[in-house]
């Protein structure tokens, strides 16, 4: 259970930064964390995105998990 309660703050932190860095770049096409270039790249091809799925798709295996071991 507390696998799936940290995997699910972890998906939220995660979507959340996404969702503010692709916000700004939509406003402004600057990067507010940490773009290493002078040009913000596109939001889907930054560490934030791959993180935010990568946090996704281990909460949903840890859901199914959690899931079958309680049936």
Avoid: R
């Avoid at 969702?19 to 939509?26: Q, S």
């Avoid at 002078?38 to 199914?64: I, R």
């Amino acid at each position: 259970m507390s696998q799936f309660i940290i995997l699910l703050l972890g998906m939220v932190f995660a979507w959340a930064n996404f969702a503010m860095e692709l916000n700004d770049w939509l406003n402004s096409q600057e990067c507010s964390f940490s773009c290493p270039l002078a040009v913000a790249p596109n939001p889907f091809a930054t560490p934030c995105f791959f993180g935010a799925v990568l946090f996704s798709v281990s909460f949903v295996l840890s859901a199914l998990l959690l899931k079958k071991t309680n049936q």
